[in-house]
């Protein structure tokens, strides 16, 4: 959900404050508001058009009530909506002392002096890049071949997504969040140190096509818009990788892994629902291993949920939380390590609902460096039977099924075989990589 603030001084209107957050519930058919199966945005919880939420101070009741009784969580839509709020204030009161400080005039002449700065910046970045344009597709888990097609010069980088696959169930994206996808991947390319604002991305195009994933339109659903972005952020370095060696990563697990769990509480009978992004591993660059058990791009200051937290209060417990053993991502410097978590349900009648992508194409080695592994999630039954899942709504699970989240190691960067052996022999130690494994892609053995 967006809220947003307009910050007026002497009647003057100075700047918008706002921030956006992912509320636990906001109706839909299922709860949690994420379906894979959703097929139209109706389906995937209430819609607020801009709306005021207060009218000369005072709070308008009814839109605060029509967000209420709109979901399954009100207590914690109440809560969150509140602290949404309490940060559009901090926000304003923030921009007014500037204003205050140094006048309406110069404040905002050094906001436009930043935007102009910003794109000074990209354009300089741009001028150090060889011209040239670069088509590139690639295989998604369901078998889709996406593309896009990068053109560089001194004046803009363009990005063509418009030949790409019809929009489809609930795994699309905007126009808008498409542009913010490519604006992460071109700020990581060309300039990561320069702010990033509004001014840096004027040299960039994107041109997509209406009705395609790229660029859903009404009524199609977007619930999973995440794993269509995110992916398409990696798609674009991955096409950089192969014409700009050394200058990207390899591919990271590339999803926001988002895990829905809920149900009656084992103790208060209430419902609760927790919705948890995952972290997994990132790819190696040159120079330097991948770090493990971090978020995915699109997640920004995102924290996930302690286990203590989690136990406290949702209705599970979490019996494991370790990085993942299995191998993948080895290489002269190595992709970063996936985790492995495992929550067990204490009630009857709970659900699971996921999203993953990378479920079964791995992220991807640069240079000789392996690929990684792979996304998924396993439920493991109190009778030992065990399922997989990558996308799936509303998966039952009772006392003692267990949640077993797996997210992919990140891809390797160069050969193994050129790995420095005393990082081979701390890899061992700290459990990164079996023995038998690292006498196998490494050539190291240990005593």
């Known amino acids: 959900m967006v809220l947003a603030l307009p910050v007026f001084h002497d009647e003057h209107l100075v700047a918008w404050v706002a921030n956006i957050a992912h509320w636990n519930d906001v109706g839909g058919n299922v709860p949690g508001s994420m379906s894979s199966e959703a097929t139209e945005i109706f389906q995937e919880g209430i819609r607020i058009p801009a709306v005021k939420l207060f009218d000369e101070a005072r709070p308008n009741q009814a839109v605060f009530d029509i967000l209420y009784v709109n979901t399954r969580l009100p207590d914690f839509l109440r809560g969150d909506l509140w602290a949404g709020i309490a940060g559009l204030r ?15 005039e110069t404040f905002e002449a050094a906001v ?9 910046r990209a354009r300089a970045a741009l001028k150090t890049i060889p011209n040239g344009s670069y088509s590139f597709e690639e295989e998604q888990d369901t078998g889709a071949i996406h593309k896009v097609t ?181 290489g002269q410097w190595r992709g970063g390590k996936g985790i492995d978590v495992h929550y067990r349900v204490l ?42 899942y990558a996308f799936a709504t509303n998966v039952v699970v009772n006392r003692d099924d267990v949640i077993r989240v797996v997210t992919a190691n990140g891809g390797g960067f160069g050969d193994p075989k050129l790995r420095d052996p005393v990082s081979v022999a701390a890899d061992i130690r700290d459990g990164y990589v079996t023995p038998e494994r690292a006498a196998a892609v490494y050539g190291v053995t240990t005593e």
């Not at 002096?113 to 000074?120: A, L, Q, V």
């Not at 791009?297 to 939380?321: I, K, M, W």
């Not at 080695?365 to 996304?375: E, H, I, K, P, R």
């Open 90 to 104: 901090i926000g304003e009161r923030r921009i007014l002392e500037l204003v205050e400080k140094y006048g309406t």
């Open 112 to 120: 436009a002096d930043f935007m102009d700065f910003g794109e000074r």
């Open 150 to 330: 990068l053109t560089i010069s001194d004046e803009e980088f363009v990005v063509d997504l418009r030949a790409n696959p019809l929009q489809k169930g609930s795994s699309n994206s905007s126009r808008e969040g498409t542009e913010i996808a490519i604006q992460l991947a071109f700020k990581s390319f060309t300039d990561p140190e320069a702010p990033g604002n509004g001014g840096f991305f004027r040299p960039l195009k994107v041109l997509t096509k209406p009705g395609t994933i790229f660029h859903v339109q009404e009524p199609g659903a977007l619930g999973y818009y995440s794993e269509v972005e995110i992916r398409l952020f990696d798609m674009v370095l991955r096409a950089l990788a192969a014409h700009f060696p050394g200058a990207v990563p390899a591919g990271n697990f590339a999803s926001i892994c988002g895990t829905v769990v809920g149900g009656p509480h084992p103790v208060t009978g209430r419902h609760y629902t927790i919705v948890e992004p995952q972290v997994g591993g990132w790819g190696a660059w040159e120079g330097a291993d991948g770090p493990s058990g971090q978020f995915s791009g699109f997640h920004g200051e995102t924290f996930n949920c302690p286990a203590e937290v989690a136990e406290a209060r949702y209705g599970l417990s979490v019996d494991q939380a370790t990085l993942n053993a299995e191998p993948g991502g080895e």
């Open 347 to 388: 009630a009857d009648n709970n659900f699971l609902s996921v999203g993953y992508t990378r479920s079964r194409i791995p992220p991807w080695g640069v240079a000789g460096g392996l690929d990684g592994s792979t996304n998924y999630v396993e439920v493991r039954r109190a009778n030992g039977s065990k399922e997989r």
